[in-house]
């Protein structure tokens, strides 16, 4: 239904409590990410205890599914996290590049 908005969410800023805010299971990184090309960035760049933390944790899936409201990618990138938390993942980078893909896929290249 939202499918024309989508766009909007690649560059326009998102109200600061709507940011995501990158961290680690000792605290946050710095990194914040205020609409979906800073959140592509900081996933191509963040630290793989980072991407571990979040994924382990749900992060990712939630924030797009209740903060940009597109469940459809939240579900494709809820696969992903389950599916590193089983082991049926080669390993975090693979993780990671399916999560980078997944987000181009959805809102382009940022």
Known sequence: ?????????LS?????SANF??????????AVAG????FHH???RAPGEVIAHHLG?????????LTLQDRALARTVRQIESALREGSLPS?????E????VVEDRYGRS
């Open 12 to 16: 326009a800023r998102l109200p600061p």
């Open 57 to 65: 944790s749900g992060d990712f899936s939630r924030w797009l599914e």
């Open 35 to 38: 609409n979906v090309a800073e």
């Open 92 to 96: 975090l980078e693979t993780a990671r």
């Open 21 to 30: 805010f990158f961290r680690t299971s000792r605290g946050p990184t710095g």
């Open 42 to 44: 900081e996933l191509e």
């Open 1 to 9: 239904p939202h499918v024309r908005h989508w766009h909007k969410y």
């Open 98 to 101: 399916q999560l980078v893909g």
